[in-house]
């Protein structure tokens, strides 16, 4: 393309512009907004509601400039009923549109984790095939700052539960853009698990993530970082602490496999077990309480697979502390999994 | 020699006959008289005649053990089922909760295909995956086992309609029982801020599994308890007052006007389900005093008999059509396989290529088509 506006520029003796799309960085709050601007375009079944989403720009801003562009009818202000616009979501989704429900925090999808569990991700299976719900559940979860217990709960073990929805857990930007858009496109429930501390964070957004087609599929993790000695399985912002943990101890000789789960349910066990059939050991890293958790699941799965007799070691999982979070910054830092409590669980594991 | 009758009847000669329904923030309700065909006469009693008798088979077909699990029927309520289907189009929408088998009907499908689902067949209208609570058709969402849960659900299908700029409404219909659910209020507050074309029925049969409406609602005016939302009660064991309800109802909502309520007064023979026998919390004298003087199938022959439209030998004849047709889907529902095993998997997601899906352990697993 160079090339070929510096040729015509030359016979006509004009100056093209044109800048390479590679380095941009974009946040993931923008990677949301744009991932949810070009579906909105793309296919006018598919709306958004919420609270604050419409006229506020997003209680996190993430729908920003959505309302002012699509209007009313395809961007809508709910009055505080959870369970009832969860319900009207659902509702439209069986009458043939493609809602996007946002959660100010999933911690209010309790009130309406019905509509989530009974109405949407049951009705395919009970319906024997006639009635598809294709819906999207969005918001952030887990831990924020400062926010305390009854506002940090993650519930990535709680909808990973249920069989007929689908759970996906975007970290970058990258993330965030290609897994909204597979999810508005995906004809099943779909729970997409945002974090309201990544919102703001900007990643490097490569040339294919620019594309209005820019998908990532559902159930396909991401090695982020190739390693030899031991793999670290996580989703969501704490993968960016195992990237951290593992450029720490990179240095003293030490290689970690990093792994981007992004999707929750259905888990890609495939890449998990091939990764732990090469490096021999595992580490499990999230947010959420560790009874019952993600890193409990993976390693159920790993015992009952190929990858269990290669292992040098019992897998071992980081999680957050199992106390309702905390208020006082103290407590809070230490009831989520730090980079140093990665790094020490790794070297555990390691026998180092 | 009956076919050759005039076509039309006059059926209620007066105001007299019927009194007007209870209105709530409305001027005007149904018109108290209107035209009953002998077309539309037989056809209604045909259909109510099919719903009583196929509650009645699956009654049998309970304690014979062959349908398990839950199983609520709706036999003395068929005015409402057939009354509200004859004041829509098929191209509106209608939900509600587990009483659905007659709705399950008058929404199109066939007394063979809920039977058979009730049996738990493949030849279930939904492959036997779903039974009594579950069952789907076009336009028709449902068969909802948890209380209340429907009714944002409705209100959202009316969202749709709105949305797509049809003119269709949405029926959403909830017991007494479920009136008192915080969903249904969250729902009418929406639907009515964003003038949602959605019907709420309140299919009132005076008790709540056990419970009396007297002793769990402190206002048992359902119809009222839209607050800003305009209701009327109509009597739901005359077939002609729940169309005419229903046909004004529906007009509102089409105008454009939001949302509307409507209380149907009506009463069901059996228990809450088959597993109540339904004389702990009523007397035989109240089921009996209904059955005699209220009875929808009844007043409905009276009427048709009365006016001429038909006699009684010609209904006894629709009577042994029924009884066939009842027959012979329960034969089928008894003799049909149950699904496959292979299919247990089957139905977790749509529009997915095939994976495979755990079973009671590890190495069980099926395969999942969508």
Redesign the interface.
């Not at chain 2, 279930?124 to 779903?130: M, T, V």
């Not at chain 2, 089957?346 to 997915?352: T, V």
């Given at each position: 393309m160079a090339a070929v506006s510096g040729l015509v520029s030359g016979l006509l003796k004009r100056r093209f512009h044109w800048t390479a799309p590679a380095a941009l960085q974009v946040t993931v709050r923008d990677a949301i907004n744009q991932g949810m601007d070009e579906e909105l375009e793309r296919d006018e079944k598919v709306?958004l509601l919420g609270e604050e989403v419409a006229q506020y720009d997003g209680a996190y801003k993430v729908s920003r400039g959505l309302w002012k562009k699509y209007g009313d009818?395809r961007i809508?202000d709910?009055?505080i009923?959870e369970?009832?616009?969860?319900?009207?979501?659902?509702?439209?989704?069986?009458?043939?549109?493609r809602p996007i429900c946002e959660f100010m925090t999933f911690n209010f999808s309790m009130q309406a984790i019905?509509?989530v569990i009974?109405?949407a991700a049951k009705?395919?299976?009970?319906?024997?095939?006639?009635?598809?719900v294709?819906i999207v559940f969005r918001g952030p979860n887990g831990a924020s700052a400062g926010v305390a217990a009854q506002h940090s709960q993650c519930f990535a073990a709680w909808y990973g539960h249920c069989?007929?929805l689908?759970v996906v857990s975007p970290w970058n930007s990258e993330d965030a853009k290609g897994l909204i858009k597979s999810a508005i496109r995906?004809?099943?429930p779909v729970v997409v698990l945002e974090n309201e501390l990544m919102y703001g964070v900007p990643f490097e957004f490569p040339p294919e993530a620019q594309s209005k087609d820019f998908l990532i599929p559902i159930g396909k993790a991401k090695i982020e970082r190739q390693g030899t000695h031991i793999t670290v399985v996580s989703h969501s912002r704490p993968v960016g602490h195992c990237l951290e943990a593992a450029a720490v101890l990179s240095k003293e000789g030490v290689e970690c496999e990093v792994i981007n789960m992004r999707t929750i349910r259905?888990m890609d066990m495939e890449t998990i077990e091939a990764s732990v059939m090469k490096t021999n050991h595992l580490v499990t890293v999230e947010g959420g309480w560790p009874q019952f958790g993600v890193g409990a699941e993976i390693c159920a799965r790993i015992m009952?697979g190929p990858a269990f007799n290669f292992l040098d070691a019992p897998a071992v999982r980081v999680t957050g502390a199992d106390v309702p979070m905390p208020y006082a910054k103290i407590l809070e830092d230490n009831s989520i999994p730090q980079v140093k409590d990665i790094i020490f669980a790794i070297k555990k594991t390691l026998n180092i | 020699m009956r076919k050759m009758l005039a076509a039309v009847s006059r059926v209620l000669s007066g105001a007299s006959q019927k009194p007007k329904c209870d209105l709530h923030r409305l001027e005007e309700g149904p018109p108290v008289t209107t035209v009953l065909t002998r077309e539309d006469g037989l056809k209604y009693y045909r259909m109510m005649q099919t719903v009583r008798r196929m509650e009645l088979k699956a009654d049998q077909l309970y304690k014979q053990k062959i349908i398990r699990g839950f199983c609520h029927l709706c036999d003395g309520q068929e005015a409402c089922c057939v009354g509200l289907e004859a004041g829509i189009n098929p191209t509106d929408?209608l939900?509600t909760a587990y009483r659905a088998h007659g709705f399950t009907f008058t929404r199109g499908l066939s007394v063979r295909e809920i039977l058979a689902e009730l049996t738990g067949r493949k030849g279930?209208?939904?492959?036997?995956?779903?039974g009594s609570m579950?069952m789907?058709a076009k336009n028709f969402?449902?068969g909802?086992?948890?209380v209340g849960?429907q009714?944002?659900?409705?209100?959202?299908?009316?969202?749709?309609?709105k949305?797509?700029g049809k003119d269709e409404v949405?029926l959403t219909l909830y017991g007494d029982g479920a009136a008192n659910q915080?969903?249904i209020f969250?729902?009418y507050?929406?639907a009515a801020?964003?003038k949602l074309p959605c019907i709420f029925i309140c299919e009132n049969n005076r008790y709540g599994m056990g419970t009396s409406v007297e002793r769990a609602a402190a206002s048992t005016d359902y119809y009222k308890r839209g607050d800003f939302i305009p209701g009327l009660r109509v009597d739901g064991m005359d077939i002609l007052c729940v169309r005419e309800a229903t046909r004004f109802a529906a007009a509102y909502c089409r105008s454009g006007k939001g949302p509307i309520l409507m209380e149907l007064q009506t009463y069901r023979y059996h228990g809450h389900s088959m597993s109540d026998p339904g004389v702990s919390y009523r007397t035989r004298e109240e089921i009996q005093e209904v059955r005699s003087k209220s009875d929808p199938i009844m007043l409905l022959k009276d009427r048709m008999v009365n006016s001429n439209l038909a006699s009684v030998e010609e209904l006894k004849e629709i009577d042994v059509e029924v009884r066939k047709e009842i027959e012979d889907a329960a034969q089928f529902a008894t003799a049909d396989p149950e699904p496959p095993l292979e299919e247990l998997g089957?139905?977790?997601?749509?529009?997915?290529p095939p994976?495979e899906?755990r079973g009671a352990n590890?190495w069980i697993k099926f395969k999942s088509v969508?």
């Open positions: 709306f009818k809508i709910t009055p009923s369970m009832g616009f969860a319900g009207i979501a659902v509702g439209a989704a069986m009458a043939g549109l019905d509509q009974n109405s009705t395919y299976y009970m319906s024997g095939g006639l009635q598809p294709p069989p007929g689908k995906d004809n099943n259905p009952e | 929408h939900i279930g209208c939904a492959k036997g995956k779903g579950h789907y969402y449902g909802n086992g948890i849960a009714v944002p659900l409705g209100a959202g299908i009316a969202l749709a309609c949305y797509n949405c915080g969903q969250e729902a507050n929406m801020l964003w089957y139905h977790i997601y749509s529009s997915d994976f899906v590890q969508s």
